[in-house]
């Protein structure tokens, strides 16, 4: 039992065989996947996709990449397309200081109007950031975004991060790089994270892990992210891929109030 908690199934990539895609993820293990929202569109697909599966749920919200391009009416469909039982989360929102597709100053407007819209539809909040640790942490800490809870996706942050995300109740969810041959740093962060604090994903297409690099990532692979895991923290006693998947499940449906 795995939950794949961070997929863009609604990606051209995947449109020559989508429906295989997902089987062959179900056939390995993962009983269900999140797909996440970026803008008003690929949250209008995410929310459709999860109703055609019921093993497929949805978030809505603006990646800080395209928040220059949101329309006053955005926010009005957001709120429409929360009313979906399928949704469960808003994001992925935050702050990317390293390609800047979006003003700095209006990411973090746009990121303190989302996190107090995800306040009002009583939705955890799943974090982007990249080079931008000090002022996602402030903000979320400013809009009591702990009330709502939430998790840093595709955790890749250095050891001051992963506190900062813990003292806020946040969760830690670990990608496909941690299987990387340069993510040694990361695999020894990954070791000090409570068990019960931990999420995999595979933030697919991107990010395939060892040892498919090269190709396109798919569900399926979130199982060498559990298996990464387990590796890494054989010192604990019972560790296993087993105890991996059964903790970030268990984890998942907690954040995220799935059935």
């Known amino acids: 039992m795995l939950i794949d908690t961070h997929t863009h199934l609604d ?4 449109n020559d065989d989508r429906e295989a895609m997902i089987a062959r993820a179900r056939e390995a293990g993962v009983d269900n ?6 803008d008003l569109a690929t949250s209008q ?10 093993f497929v749920y949805a978030s809505i919200g603006v990646h800080p990449h395209e928040v220059k391009h949101i329309q006053d009416t955005w926010y009005d469909e957001f709120r429409r ?6 949704v469960v989360a808003y994001g992925e929102i935050g702050l990317d200081y390293h390609y800047n597709h979006s003003s700095p100053k209006e990411q973090r407007d746009r990121f303190r109007e989302q996190i107090q819209l995800a306040h009002e539809l009583r939705l955890p909040v799943i974090i982007h ?3 931008a640790d000090t002022d996602t942490v402030t903000i979320l800490q400013e809009e009591k975004a702990s009330e709502v809870g939430g998790v840093f996706h595709c955790f890749s942050g250095n050891a001051a991060l992963a506190k900062d995300a813990l003292d806020l109740g946040f969760y830690l969810s670990f990608s496909g790089i941690l299987t990387f041959p340069s993510a040694a740093a990361l695999r020894d962060i990954a070791k000090t994270i409570p068990l019960d604090r931990l999420l995999i994903e595979t933030d697919c297409p991107y990010l395939t892990p060892v040892p498919y690099r090269g190709k396109r990532n798919e569900p399926a692979y979130v199982t060498h992210v559990a298996q990464q895991l387990a590796t890494i923290r054989t010192d604990e006693l019972g560790m296993s891929p087993e105890k991996i998947a059964l903790a970030t499940t268990r984890n998942a449906k907690r954040l ?3 059935a």
Request: proline share 0%; aromatic share 10%; charged share 30%.
């Open 33 to 38: 996947f999140i797909t996440i929202g970026c």
């Open 129 to 131: 950031t990249r080079e």
């Open 256 to 258: 995220f109030k799935l």
């Open 81 to 86: 397309l929360a009313k979906n039982r399928k």
């Open 11 to 14: 990606d051209a990539r995947y």
């Open 45 to 54: 697909s995410a929310v459709a996709l999860a109703d055609q599966h019921d």
